[in-house]
């Protein structure tokens, strides 16, 4: 069983960034794909980026690349989303998520363990 909490969202204006922090709970941390996922009002929640657990690779959608940046700290047990050039349409509640199902894993189906999400607005 792994536990999730995410921290650090907030409102920013476009153009801004902010860091999205994901605190696990258990001991085999390292042994889980990471990733956050994105819901926006009215619209299905979407993979945003993941990391495997050496920290090796990641992921990113499309939307995001080369703005978003995902780490992990396998000792402290966290993973980071830095969110850079924040545009308006990047406005969501963010989840942090753990798959046990090996890597590369981007289907939200595949990871068991949620976080409850937190709020990023980015305004105009």
């Known amino acids: 069983q792994v536990q999730l909490v995410e921290s650090g969202g907030g409102l920013v204006q476009a153009g801004g960034s902010l860091r999205l922090s994901c605190a696990a709970s258990?001991?085999?941390?390292?042994?889980?794909?990471m990733g956050w996922f994105r819901q926006a009002p009215g619209k299905e929640r979407e993979f945003v980026i993941s990391i495997s657990g050496s920290g090796g690779g990641t992921l990113y959608a499309d939307s995001v690349k080369g703005r978003f940046t995902i780490s992990r700290d396998n000792a402290k047990n966290t993973v980071h989303l830095q969110m850079d050039s924040l545009k308006p349409e990047d406005t969501a509640v963010y989840y942090c998520?753990?798959?046990?199902?090996?890597?590369?894993?981007?289907?939200?189906?595949?990871?068991?363990?949620w976080g409850q999400g937190t709020q990023v607005t980015v305004s105009s």
């Open positions: 998520a753990a798959s046990p199902r090996g890597w590369p894993t981007i289907s939200r189906y595949d990871y068991d363990y």
């Open positions: 258990g001991r085999t941390f390292s042994s889980y794909v």
